[in-house]
């Protein structure tokens, strides 16, 4: 995640001062490690901070203390003295950050909801039909609500409403036990009942009925309990003033934006004050695959924006050279300040108070405290100072990703910026190209080992994409800003003025989409520890080589060798074509390199996860018939894009469950889809209303399938629709039974039966309909339930499961495994082998490649044998080469 690049901020000094960064990284890091620990852990946490602070004490009550001012840790001290001072502060706020943890977070561990979350986490299941228990809680809420919709399973897309809440009063039910508290929790509402939590504002009081849940259930780990609550809640006391006015202006903003384009009309109100409620979830996808992801979330460069109009550039604000509107108006430095605190604090009451607005926040203030004593303003203390008071403050900053992030990006842009900035101008770069090139590499240096581990990818165009996206950002955030403030007052100029604000905002969303469908732009990498320290040492490569390629500008009088510079132009020629080929992708050249896919495929099954996706071949090279859409757009764009796929005829989707129509928009990314064609069931009828939407806006026709429909693509592809048939819901009821089965045909005679996710009663009456055919989609990811008869009928030599990695049904079940392959079948799972293709177009040239992804093997692709029952290849086969079936 880069840093948007605003100005490299000056220090105040030729040298940054680092004397701060140990003592914040020694109160992070204890405060990190002692948020896991359970209760009754400070008896032995606060000795060793006691014994902290008296080695603290020892080392500075010692002879020459103190230093006198200006010295401390500078040339001409003795080494020994600044070392001890160092160790001395970093003893001390280690030893705080020992104390004020414990004293925060004992709410998590004691009060009546505490103990009925840890009953309910021992408690055995209870009997069908008996009712939980349910408390009554009077709460605080303390934070926006947040919608979250899951992609998997048969319900994704069902609204799950999650708010951040203070409980201040539990009654028991039904003896009416009050118990006074003051115990952080997560409020859960699922379906219909969460509308009335939608436009709730933090400090508004609220009664509701709950059931208490162990808090591990939840979304939030800084909760000790979940309550699930039951029925609308009911107002105890309305918000406060500063938060209805927070509430009413970010209303605002969204009536204002309600005309502009639907990326930004979503996009406008999270860049000004992190309102994402009405952004897609693609369009957040595509924002997270090219690191832009920060502009959804307010951060220090919204800030700092806002204080600049007010105080002109951080750099002269307590200058003689000072501008801003504070210059303008004749305004004192301390008055300046005044108002700057004020305007910050306004912010986050408007923004909410999230880590990188905490983080901004408190940068912001010591520089106003810098500014009203007329200090010179020093951006690294600042940094360093903020984190170590607001990890004292909330410890659970210290286990934030977004608040380190915005650290790091931040670290990134003060320490590493201004110097990578000079050296790219050294070497002839223009001065601005050269400050905001600078600082995106830099905020992407320090904050790519983190991201890997969040994202499991890097992403290859992080860095021109933030480049392209600061075009925008200040003109859509001063413009956004106006929107929010005229809005109450004079609502008609207000959406007038939306209109140029929407236009900086559409570029980010055209930059994030473009970004995100170059074939190459992210790179997959392992996660965890290992992850993080790989992705250091290449950008450490990356740091150490970059000079050797820039060469600088020669002194006067002098000049470089011809063949020196030669040879640096033909090897940054070189990197940068090699850098065009892995973003790009061609098909070509990657069936080259991975041999994947592998030629004279017919089938794909992708490997989406827990869900459903295959393709057929269409007869051109970038044609294919699309069956399902599986769990994740990523992933289905993924799969299609190495398949070389930019057209789709037609785009079938067996039934509308969550695992396999979620991806629908990846299938669109990008493509031409002529029309979709889905079941007669429309269940669950959220999903299909999703997927209509989707449609829609795509311009394809959404057509239903009919049994006995008979279709056919490119010249050698013909499928006939076996299911579902009139008065499915009565034969086999269920959105599973009502799934479109096909059997495809090729010309060679090879025949392959797809079978959604039909159970049982369905299966059973495709009994007669169906002969021998050589390649089953084995029905429901190879659960346990199976109509036998109906595949011993199909007695199929290879069966195809898509199946997710660990995933909680247990599919495939090894029952249905063993059963395939005693009737002489080959199983391939995409759990273990990764994308499957099916090669030949008749019985004789049936053959099989793998493309294991990285987290289930080392090799990009394996060859498969029918006649093996094994998902592995034998050595040495020829990578995507597909093996001939024995006679």
């Not at 004691?110 to 009925?116: A, I, K, T, V």
Request: with cysteine.
């Amino acid at each position: 995640m880069s840093a948007t690049t605003a100005p490299l901020p000056r220090t105040g000094s030729p040298s940054a001062d680092f004397r701060l960064l140990l003592p914040a990284a020694s109160a992070w890091v204890v405060t990190a490690v002692l948020l896991p620990l359970e209760p009754g852990s400070e008896a032995l946490v606060l000795p060793l901070a006691g014994v902290a602070v008296l080695a603290a004490v020892l080392l500075l009550i010692r002879p020459g203390f103190p230093p006198r001012p200006g010295l401390l840790l500078r040339r001409g001290v003795p080494h020994r003295r600044g070392a001890a001072v160092a160790l001395a502060a970093v003893l001390l706020t280690g030893a705080a950050a020992a104390i004020a943890t414990p004293l925060h977070t004992a709410d998590l561990h004691r009060g009546p909801l505490r103990e009925l979350a840890r009953a309910a986490e021992h408690a055995p299941p209870r009997a069908p039909g008996t009712p939980a228990p349910v408390v009554e809680v009077e709460l605080t809420v303390a934070g926006d609500p947040k919608v979250h919709a899951s992609r998997g399973g048969t319900t994704g897309g069902q609204t799950l409403l999650t708010v951040k809440a203070v409980a201040d009063r539990v009654t028991l039910l039904p003896d009416g036990h009050a118990t006074r508290t003051h115990t952080p929790v997560t409020v859960m509402v699922r379906g219909p009942e969460s509308e009335p939590w939608l436009r709730r504002l933090p400090s508004e009081r609220l009664a509701v009925e709950a059931e208490v849940r162990p808090a591990g259930e939840g979304y939030d780990t800084e909760s000790a309990a979940l309550l699930a609550v039951h029925g609308p809640p009911r107002q105890v006391e309305p918000p406060s003033l500063p938060q209805r006015i927070a509430g009413r202006l970010r209303e605002g903003l969204r009536t204002a934006s309600e005309g502009l384009p639907s990326d930004a009309r979503g996009l406008l109100p999270g860049l000004v004050v992190g309102d994402t409620s009405r952004l897609s979830d693609d369009l957040v996808d595509d924002f997270r695959a090219t690191d832009l992801v920060h502009l959804v979330a307010v951060s220090g460069a919204n800030l700092a924006i806002v204080l600049g109009v007010l105080l002109g550039a951080p750099g002269q604000a307590g200058t003689p050279e000072r501008r801003g509107l504070a210059a303008l108006l004749g305004l004192s430095l301390r008055t300046s300040a005044l108002l700057g605190t004020a305007l910050t604090l306004a912010f986050v009451t408007v923004c909410r108070p999230e880590p990188s607005v905490l983080r901004a926040a408190g940068t912001g203030l010591i520089g106003m405290l810098a500014l009203a004593t007329g200090r010179p303003r020093q951006a690294v203390p600042a940094l360093a100072g903020a984190v170590l008071v607001l990890v004292l403050l909330d410890p659970f900053l210290a286990q934030s990703f977004g608040f380190l992030l915005s650290v790091l990006a931040t670290a990134g842009l003060l320490i590493l910026g201004p110097h990578w900035a000079e050296s790219l101008r050294a070497r002839r770069w223009p001065h601005h190209l050269a400050g905001a090139l600078a600082a995106a590499a830099a905020a992407q240096a320090l904050c790519s080992p983190v991201t890997v581990v969040l994202s499991g990818h890097i992403s290859l165009v992080a860095i021109p994409c933030n480049l392209l996206a600061e075009l925008a950002v200040a003109p859509a955030t001063l413009l956004g800003f106006g929107v929010l403030i005229l809005q109450p007052f004079l609502p008609g100029p207000a959406r007038l003025l939306a209109e140029p604000a929407g236009v900086p905002a559409s570029w980010l969303a055209f930059v994030a989409r473009r970004g995100a469908e170059l074939p190459g732009g992210q790179l997959s990498w392992p996660g965890g520890w290992f992850g993080t320290a790989t992705v250091a040492l290449v950008v450490l490569a990356a740091c150490w080589t970059a000079p050797l390629l820039l060469p600088r500008r020669p002194e006067p009088g002098g000049r470089v060798p011809v063949r020196r510079r030669w040879a640096r132009m033909a090897v940054t020629g070189a990197l940068l074509v090699v850098l065009l080929a892995v973003l790009l992708r061609p098909p070509q050249l990657t069936r080259i390199a991975t041999g994947w896919p592998p030629p004279g495929w017919r089938l794909v099954m992708c490997d989406v996860g827990q869900g459903d996706m295959l393709a057929l071949a269409a007869g051109a090279p970038d044609s294919a018939v699309v069956i399902d859409a599986g769990p994740d757009p990523n992933a289905a764009d993924r799969c299609l894009r190495e398949l070389g796929i930019t057209t789709v005829p037609l785009l079938v989707l067996t039934h509308f469950h969550a695992d396999h129509v979620e991806g629908v928009p990846g299938v669109l990314r990008g493509r031409r889809v002529g029309a979709v064609e889905g079941t007669t069931l429309d269940d669950p009828p959220g999903e299909a209303a999703r997927v209509a939407a989707w449609t829609a806006g795509a311009g394809a026709p959404l057509l239903r399938a009919g049994r006995g429909e008979r279709r056919s693509a490119g010249p050698g592809l013909t499928w006939e629709v076996l299911w579902p048939a009139s008065g499915t819901s009565v034969e086999a009821p269920g959105a599973n039974n009502a799934s479109v089965a096909l059997l495809v045909s090729l010309t060679g005679g090879m025949k392959m039966a797809l079978l959604g996710d039909l159970e049982p009663p369905a299966q059973s009456a495709l009994l007669g309909h169906l002969g021998r055919v050589d390649v089953l989609k084995v029905a429901h990811h190879g659960s346990a339930h199976q109509d036998w008869d109906l595949t011993g009928a199909l007695r199929p030599r290879l069966a195809l499961i898509s199946c997710g990695e660990d995933n909680p049904y247990g599919h495939p079940s090894m029952k249905t495994v063993d059963r395939l392959r005693g009737l002489g079948a080959t199983v391939l799972r995409t759990d273990r082998a990764g994308d499957i293709a099916v090669t030949g177009d008749s019985p004789a040239t049936l053959g099989v490649a793998v493309n294991p992804h990285p987290t289930h093997g080392t090799h990009r692709s394996r060859a498969h044998s029918p006649k093996h029952s094994t998902p592995h290849a034998s050595p040495g086969r020829t990578p995507g080469t597909p093996r001939a079936p024995p006679a």
